[in-house]
């Protein structure tokens, strides 16, 4: 039986990978899925200790994570459509009507 | 063999993810991130959760998966990180911060989680079977459960007003205008 620890470095790691993507990338569509990511890493990281308390609770969680995760990323890409529409660019950089 | 699954599994994830990072072409990030979401739906597998690891494949393997290939395609926007970086300092910022949250990280999940075998007998056979899940949801999670329903029900009523037909007075201005100035006179 791998130990849980395992799981959870690789969760640490995969979670700093999405957001090195959110802090670097610049392509708005990219910095969405680097927060899918990180979505994924934390929902790892409860199916290990769920594993390894033998409690279901965490399964039920990351059940309500993704079901978050899909209604997050359709009304992001909504929005990201509709900025697309007014702006031409997926470039957050060019995003910036509210800077005062 | 567990730990040849696990190690293999885990360079895949990361391997994706990471070539997801660095890609130039939002296709090619999309096609990397679903890579890595296979092997973490192999993962949930290992960790004696069947019943997750079908829902990752479904939802964020399918539908979302689609859903951001689809965006992509649909708005061209493959590569738009051609032009000069505004904020040229940012980018190694971000490095050093990301390899400090790493190193935080790692540390607290070599103090946090423990190397005991999980125990065994009658509940870990019983453990990540879809019914228990289901039993779970249905009662002690009912609230929560329904409270979902109507996340799911306002995403789908909100994709629907974002992206809906502009009507016959904003439709006649000009592509390139910003939406704001219909309402000046």
Redesign the interface.
Known sequence: ?????????????????????V????????V???V??ML?AA??AL????????A??G??L???V??????????G??????I???K????I?EVSMLRG | MDFVLFFLTAAIALAGAIAMLVARNAIHSALFLLLNFGAIAVLFLLLQSPFLFTIQLSIYAGAIMVLFLFVVMLLGAEQVEAAQDKLPWQQPLALVMGAGLLVIAVITAVRGGSNDAPPGGEAAEAFGDPASLGELLFTEYLLPFQITGIILLVAVIGVVVLNQQRTQAQSEETPGERPSSSVQP
């Open positions: 039986m791998v130990p849980t620890t395992f799981y959870v470095l690789l969760s640490a790691a995969l979670f700093t990978i999405g957001v090195l993507g802090l670097i990338r610049r392509n708005a569509i990219v969405f899925m680097s899918e990511l994924n929902n790892l199916v290990a200790y769920a594993r390894e308390r033998l279901v609770d399964q039920v990351v059940f309500f993704i079901t978050v995760a899909a209604a997050e990323v359709a009304v890409l909504a929005l990201l459509v509709a697309f529409k007014s031409r660019t997926a470039d950089d």
